[in-house]
């Protein structure tokens, strides 16, 4: 016997395990057939099927050509599992099994619907690109058949509800199928009516909650609309619910993970969001690329959760970018989990209806010039690594996103960035570059002075102007106006190091990183000069040791080293970084960074000369 797989990968295995190693396009076939009324179909149909973007003869020739490559890798097998005439090709149905049986399986209701719940959730062939039309057509009409009987197997399975464990089951399957169709009122209300749909449930379901969010469908090359109630189709933005992660395994922890499922069901009441379902939350939870799956599946909004002995931690994330626009922390003790799972449910439900509601008409501006968010997203995530190649092919892909959209507000911000990071990495005091920057600092406020980042930018350049003053009111303001975004509030924390008042930078840069804690290397160099200038050396060397890329702050790391007399750890970060810049001199260095107060300059020299600078 061999076993097709089409959920996941598509594979095909013999009943050991063993993989079959057929060709792509053969698998298709197999599985085209496998799907389809008849065991058999023509040579003509396949043809057609798999190389529809040729000529049909070509499209003949390939074919057989395939199956002779399956005859000639397949041992016999091929003569098990196929019936090849001059004319036809047909499936042995008795030597092929598929998980595909599981739709046409009968059984109890409940175990019908878990199964085939189950298997929906990996998606119907999802690690192959579909090189034609047909195929394309193809799996996405087995998607919504699927996707149908999905469907009918949870209406089947609605009388067996009182059974143990059943409610879990129904519930599972009535949020992936909101995922993929989030109007589809009726399983909205029966998911409401499973988990006993509290009074705060009720009300949200019945419209009395928080305000219902329509907005227009933009129009190709229009402006953004105002945020209405009408009756025409929604671009509904996506709000995906991370489980919760902890540092060590903790009993506690299975019981954040239930509540935060708890947590998607009350926000299900909200029509204006499409939210993800748990199974595919936790397997964005555990990709290594989170930012290119969240991309990938369009979704907005992130709501991000920890657990901790002091509770769960959460905090809602616009994508776009990446700005913590709502974050509250909450206690988890048993005794009153009850009680807390309402006050968790109803402020991120109001709280995720209040900040859509704000942040729509940005959504909408960011997708409505698909090309444009591509390239700024492009740029975003080089700017991760501050490393010269990084950051200048950053700078390229900024300006093909205003090439796209001329007044994007997000990529002068992102311009502006390249600009003063390019300065710190170079170390040569090049004003024309902060110059560069400040210019489009400026452009990004004058298209949106109501953005955080805008400012954010202004102020980081402020500072390196040597403006210190000007930069900690710029950064001030931009913390005023985004009071959770992270990468604000770790800017400004630099700028108090340079102010002297490196006590409140550690302190603020410390919230920065409770704010993000996968932090990013800029957060743990800026806590490192932080700890320097406090004479925390050994902090500030651990905090250099935290990070990924250590390019930038050798000279921090070598000077807080021979501070402590580390001798052969200084000149190992020395050689370091003068093998990034050679050219690097400690007195044309420090006339150049500003700092408000003389010590502080006098520290540094000091750590930099006996480190051998």
Known sequence: ??????????????????????????????????????????????????????????????????????REMDGGRAEIAFDF???????????????????????????????????????????IKPATKPIDAWIRAQRDTQALQ??????????????????????????????????????????????????????????DGPPRVEVKRSEPG????????????????????????????????ALANALIEDVTIELCALRNISIVAPHTAGQIRRDSEKAAVVARHSIAYLLDTRFSEEGLFAQLIYFPTDEIIWANRFAMNPDILPRQRRVIAQQLTVSVARELAENEEERLRFEANPGAYHAYLVGSSLMSKLTLPHIRRARKAFKQSLSHKADFSASFTGLARTFTSEWLVTAQGDNELLHLAEQNA????????????????????????????????????????????????????DTLVH??????????????????????????????????????YEEAIAYVE???????????????????????????????????????????????????EHWQKELYREGLLKAGF
């Open 1 to 70: 016997m061999l076993h097709l797989q089409t959920f996941g990968d598509l594979r095909l295995t013999e009943t050991n395990g063993e993989l079959v190693r057929y060709p792509i396009k053969g698998l298709l076939m197999m599985a085209h057939i496998y799907a389809g009324a008849s065991p058999e179909l023509s040579r003509y149909e396949l043809a057609q099927f798999l190389w529809s973007d040729v000529e049909p003869e070509l499209a003949r020739l390939n074919l057989r050509k395939m199956l002779s490559r399956i």
């Open 85 to 127: 005439t001059a004319t036809t090709v047909r499936l042995n149905m008795q030597a092929v099994s598929s998980d595909l049986d599981v739709f046409r399986a009968g059984g109890a209701p409940l175990d019908r619907l878990q199964a085939i719940a189950e298997l929906a959730q990996r998606g119907f062939i999802g690690n």
């Open 150 to 207: 999905l469907r009918q197997a949870l209406l089947e399975a609605l009388p067996e509800v009182q059974k143990h464990g059943a409610a879990r089951i129904i519930s599972s399957a009535a949020l992936q199928i909101l995922e993929r169709d989030p109007n589809d009122e009726q399983v909205r209300a029966l998911l409401h009516q499973i988990s006993r749909g509290s009074s705060f449930s009720e009300r949200l379901a019945n419209g």
């Open 222 to 253: 229009s402006q953004p609309t105002d945020i209405e109630s009408m009756s025409a189709p929604l671009i509904l933005p996506r709000l995906v619910l991370l489980p919760p992660t902890a540092k060590q395994a903790d009993a506690g922890l």
């Open 442 to 493: 400026l452009r990004a406020i004058e298209r949106d002075p109501a953005s955080a980042a805008g400012h954010r930018e202004l102020g980081v350049t402020k500072l390196y102007l040597g403006d210190v003053d000007a930069s900690v009111a710029s950064l001030h303001l931009a913390e005023e106006l985004s009071p959770h975004f992270a990468d604000v509030i770790y800017s400004h924390a």
């Open 499 to 536: 102010a002297s008042r490196p006590g409140d930078a550690l302190a603020k840069i410390q919230r920065a990183i409770s704010l993000n804690p996968l932090a990013p290397d800029a957060y743990l160099w800026c806590a490192a000069g932080a700890s320097f200038f406090l004479e925390q």
């Open 546 to 596: 935290a990070m990924k890329d250590k390019a930038p702050a050798h000279r921090i790391a070598a000077a807080s080293c021979a501070m402590i007399g580390d001798r052969k750890r200084a000149l190992f970060h020395r050689q370091r970084a003068e093998s990034i810049n050679p050219v690097f001199d400690v007195e044309k260095w420090l006339a150049i960074v500003p700092f408000k």
